[in-house]
């Protein structure tokens, strides 16, 4: 292990700090004064990402869906389906989706001794495709239906 930790600024997407730093005015990001300056690189792509999802526009400026990404404390990938779900009256899907997103594989246990039974289980609920997302959403749909969330 190093004898210190790399800051949470160094090892981390930048795009959420961008997205506030902008929605605060502060414009030039190269100068900025950070505590521990991240890399140039990583610093420069986050702008790729946020003009991609539509919170810049091709000056650099924030847009207007731009200023209600940053409201949101959240990542910016994550802001913006939230966004886009109101349009499509699919929020709670999204919101569903994104949390157990957030914890990996963990959703799927694997017990060693029962390998092939969690693994026939987990090939259930990506029967109908969705990629690695509706699996997620049937998962939480059958521990909702079976009765599991009343105990909360």
Known sequence: MEENAVPQLLRTNLSHIVLLLLS??????????????????????SPELLYALGALNDKGKLTKLGHRMAELPLEPMMVKALLASEKYKCSEEVTVIWSMSSVNNAVFYRPKPKKMMTDAARAAFARGGGG????????????RDAGFSNHW
């Not at 605060?24 to 792509?45: K, M, Q, S, V, W």
């Not at 690695?132 to 521990?143: N, V």
């Open 24 to 45: 605060l005015g502060i414009d030039n990001l190269i100068d900025f004064c950070f505590i521990d300056a991240p890399p140039l690189e990583t610093l420069l792509c």
């Open 132 to 143: 690695d997302h509706m699996p997620l959403l049937r998962c939480y749909a059958q521990w």
